[in-house]
């Protein structure tokens, strides 16, 4: 199952709300458990912002991995950190990126935002990922 463009979007409302409580302009994306994306929203004006947050959601579902662990992954296997900063360019920087699971705790997308620091794109993310597990369980509020 992947998750569907209303859910796309609410999870976006959810960490659209979060980035305007951190005081950040961010891009979020919103990709499905294929990669693809289902649902954008530019909150800056920083055009690079929208590369970086496609990229992010993409990479995180590709691999299976959000935050960090990717670069842990990388220190640990040796690779060095020219070759991560390469990787960076094209698809591999997935700091601020979180799963999107349903009620049975499948993922069925991955939520990422770009524009602030690693931990508010990490806390924009999450809260989008959270809301739609909430709704589910019948928790009307954010916590």
Do not use: C
């Not at 800056?44 to 990717?70: N, P, S």
């Amino acid at each position: 199952m992947n998750i569907t463009y209303p859910q796309a979007i609410k999870a976006i409302g959810a960490s659209i709300e979060k980035a305007g409580l951190l005081g950040i302009s961010a891009s979020i994306a919103v990709v499905d458990s294929n990669g693809y994306l289902v649902a954008f929203a530019r909150l800056d004006k920083d055009v690079e912002m929208i590369d970086f947050a496609v990229k992010k959601a993409k990479t995180a579902m590709m691999f299976d991995v959000v935050d960090d662990r990717l670069e842990a992954i990388a220190v640990r296997t040796g690779i060095h950190a020219q070759r991560m900063l390469e990787f960076k360019k094209s698809a591999l920087y997935i700091a601020g990126t979180a799963m999107i699971k349903n009620i049975e705790g499948k993922v069925i997308g991955v939520i990422a935002s770009s524009g602030g620091s690693p931990d508010q794109d990490r806390d924009i993310a999450d809260s989008g990922a959270r809301i739609l597990f909430q709704l589910d369980q019948g928790i009307e509020q954010l916590s």
